[in-house]
């Protein structure tokens, strides 16, 4: 059961505003942001915190609406959340009484009779490596499993954009890298649109075939930065070194030397 046959939706992003209104004052989060993402391409937005990168995304994904502008999914406005976007979060978010299996099928719709379930649950629970902890509780599972385990439940529902929101943050740096890798086979595989939010300036270059940099107060999109390595990228290359450097001095605004920066 492959899905070479998706292909992503294009995600346009014109002239968004988006407020907040914070007892009587009001906070201006995204200022007149204007992008636009390639069907089936894969993107890396990095910014600091607090510059509306998780804002940003919840619009894509129909979370929360802008107070001026428009996201528009393949020419078709955002207006609410859909299955077609499939959102991965920090946090996995598993129910934990229940199984891998259950909570994989979870987001299935209701719909779908048994043996459909039970087919596609069985391919992304393969397609994400956890065969043989089918049974196992979220509480029995690494941090890395579990997030894997989160993965497969948005997968299951074949979204054409995938949105992605700092979702390695709190593994350690080797399933983090392990995770990345994963994400971008599934990526190759299945081709829909991607979008990855992170603050990690490697994981961005790792990841994405572009590095969108936001700065903050208000949020705009200061650069975006192409990634052209060959592939299988290699984080040890020279063309990696050198797409780093480029990156930190966009992000940073001047040409201090790079072990001068923090972040
Ligand atoms: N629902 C909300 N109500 C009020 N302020 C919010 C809300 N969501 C985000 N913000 C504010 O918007 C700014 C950007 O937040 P966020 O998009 O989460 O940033 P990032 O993900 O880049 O760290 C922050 O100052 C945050 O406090
Ligand atoms: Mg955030």
Same mark, same amino acid.
């Given at each position: 059961m492959g899905n070479n046959d998706i292909s992503g939706k294009r995600i346009n992003i014109s002239h968004v505003r988006k407020e907040f209104q914070i007892e009587k004052e009001s906070l201006l989060v995204l200022k007149d942001i204007n992008l636009e993402i390639e069907p089936g391409d894969i993107v890396s937005i990095i910014g600091g915190s607090g510059c509306g990168k998780s804002t940003l995304l919840r619009l894509i994904a129909g979370l929360d609406s802008p107070n001026e502008g428009e996201i528009a999914l393949d020419n078709t406005k955002v207006t609410k959340p859909s299955l077609d976007v499939g959102v991965l979060f920090? @946090?996995?978010?598993?129910?934990?009484? @229940?199984s891998t299996w259950k909570n994989i099928a979870f987001?299935?719709?209701?719909?779908?009779?048994k043996e459909k379930k039970n087919e596609l649950v069985a391919h992304y629970i393969k397609l994400v490596g956890?065969?043989?902890? @089918?049974?196992?509780?979220p509480g029995q599972l690494s941090g890395g499993m579990q997030k894997r385990v989160a993965i497969a439940r948005t997968l299951i529902n074949n979204p054409h954009v995938l949105l992605l929101d700092e979702p390695f943050g709190a593994l350690d740096a080797f399933t983090r890298m392990n995770l990345q890798e994963e994400v971008v086979r599934i990526w190759k595989e299945q081709r829909m649109t991607t979008v990855l939010v992170t603050h990690d300036i490697d994981e961005a270059i790792f990841m994405g075939n572009k590095v969108i940099i936001m700065s903050a107060k208000?949020?705009?999109?200061?650069d975006v930065i192409k990634v052209e390595l060959p592939?299988?990228?290699?984080?040890?290359s020279v063309e990696f070194e050198e797409l780093r450097m480029k990156v930190y001095k966009e992000f940073f605004g001047d040409d201090r030397p790079m072990e001068d920066y923090a972040i």
């Open positions: 920090q @946090e996995s978010r598993l129910l934990p009484w @229940e987001g299935l719709p209701e719909k779908f009779d956890l065969e043989g902890f @089918e049974r196992a509780l208000p949020g705009i999109i200061k592939e299988p990228r290699s984080r040890v």
